[in-house]
């Protein structure tokens, strides 16, 4: 049995040796929360380019890019977390971007509710839907996931696209 404590260098020295094996062994292991210093900066991206997804400044390729950072974001923090802080920034910039288009004659309660049910389920659950499976399959699979996700959920019986 090793009797050294998971601290310090130790600890440090066992991530990098099991890195190095993964690497070896073709699997693609993101960095850890604890490790990526710039996740913070990756939702902050993302929920910028949100802005410029969809509504009334619709931007194709804001909508490509600020997919790629939340993702980035939701890949290295823990779940719950990551999918609270990325479903926040989704339905508050689809609440600023869809609000002159959606919220007309809706008192601005029932509005936000509507919008946080369907950012919720139209563009949170893709990404939580990536975070939980593509880790646990391998190669071109783990690729299709999010869109797959996003599809499915656009695609759903009364989809709404504000998101």
Do not use: C
Request: hydrophobic share 50%; charged share 15%; glycine share 8%.
């Amino acid at each position: 049995m090793d009797d050294k404590p998971l601290s310090g260098s130790y600890a440090e020295d066992r991530q990098t040796k099991q890195a190095q094996a993964d690497h070896e062994q073709g699997r693609f292991v993101l960095k850890t929360a604890r490790s990526d210093p710039w996740s913070y900066l990756w939702l902050a991206i993302g929920t910028l380019l949100s802005l410029f997804h969809s509504g009334m400044w619709g931007i194709t390729l804001a909508s490509w890019l600020s997919s790629v950072f939340l993702l980035r974001f939701m890949r290295t923090k823990r779940v719950l977390r990551a999918f609270i802080l990325v479903w926040l920034a989704i339905y508050v910039t689809a609440a600023i971007t869809w609000r002159d288009i959606l919220g007309f004659g809706l008192p601005p309660p029932i509005y936000l509710v509507i919008m946080a049910i369907n950012t919720l389920l139209g563009g949170g659950l893709p990404y939580l839907a990536d975070r939980l499976l593509a880790p646990r399959l391998r190669g071109f699979a783990a690729t299709l996931i999010f869109p797959l996700a996003v599809t499915a959920m656009v695609s759903a019986p009364g989809a709404s696209p504000a998101w």
